[in-house]
């Protein structure tokens, strides 16, 4: 019998500045701990959002407040877009000492942060999504120009800590995958949330409906992902012919039902990804 070889300890992330530590900036955070990182300074105003990591990182109201002398390798800004242009300027020092930017920022281009840090820094754009606070994030990511080969390197080090991760050639893509990535998990939950309403409908006790609901969308994410299978294959596996199923799909597939709806969805959020540009 042969024993399989120890897989390697992953080295610790490089020094990291967190700058906005909100759902999502937190969600990349809790991410990165679970994985192992060298320093995190985190540049937040509201105490209750860092107060669950207030014992692992170092905690600033204001980027003036950051530690003297600490140097991160990368700066990922995860405020708001609408908070860019008062935050970003602060951030100048950073790009001057060669710093990589990582922005998460909805609609926010390369050219229009490179401008706002200065005119040097080297952006990557990246489009992540909130199940990387367990480690199962999809992010897409485009590198600006400037952006080294060591450096979206590095970028790809620390989205990859926080689930799998695309590059894109072209940074316009990163609206629709705004739509579809960055603002899926929403998608899948209002799922679980209708699911449950409709149990109860149905005269499923409240608790047992918020159970079922639950481990149904979270136990076919399992599925799925460890299933070879398409999507399509593996629902056609739980319809059965002139079953429950077929019956509940017939509503849901209609013509002006759930495909259609959810291409206008993610038109809808593609067009405000666009406009959150400006
Ligand atoms: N939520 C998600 O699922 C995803 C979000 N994104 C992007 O991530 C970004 C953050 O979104 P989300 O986490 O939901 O938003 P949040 O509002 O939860 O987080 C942003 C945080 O940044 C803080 N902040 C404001 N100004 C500054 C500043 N100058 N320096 C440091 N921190 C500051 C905000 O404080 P205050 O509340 O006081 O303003 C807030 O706590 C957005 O740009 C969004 O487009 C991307 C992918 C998915
Ligand atoms: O709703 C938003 O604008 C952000 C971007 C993707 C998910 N949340």
Redesign the pocket.
Known sequence: MTVPAPTPAASPLPPILL?????????MLEGWLERGVRQAVV????PA?VAPFSDRVTVCA??ESIPAGFAPAVVVL????Q?AE??LP?CAAFARAGALFVS?????TVAGMTALLGGEARVVRA????PAAVRQGFTAAFAGPGVTEEQRALADTLLAAIGEVAWLEEEALIDPV?AVS??G??YVFLLAEVLEKAAIEQGLPPELARRMARRTVSGSGALLAASPLDAAQLRVNVTSPKGTTERALNVLMAPEAWPKLMSEAIAAATARSRE?AG
Do not use: R, Y
Request: glycine content about 20%; some cysteine; aromatic content about 0%.
């Open positions: 700058v906005g530590c909100g759902k999502m900036g937190g969600a540049v937040e105003p509201q959002s204001g980027v995860a405020t708001k877009p908070q008062a935050a602060a998460i920022m909805a609609g926010k489009m992540p999504n909130t705004t960055g603002g998990p929403a959150l």
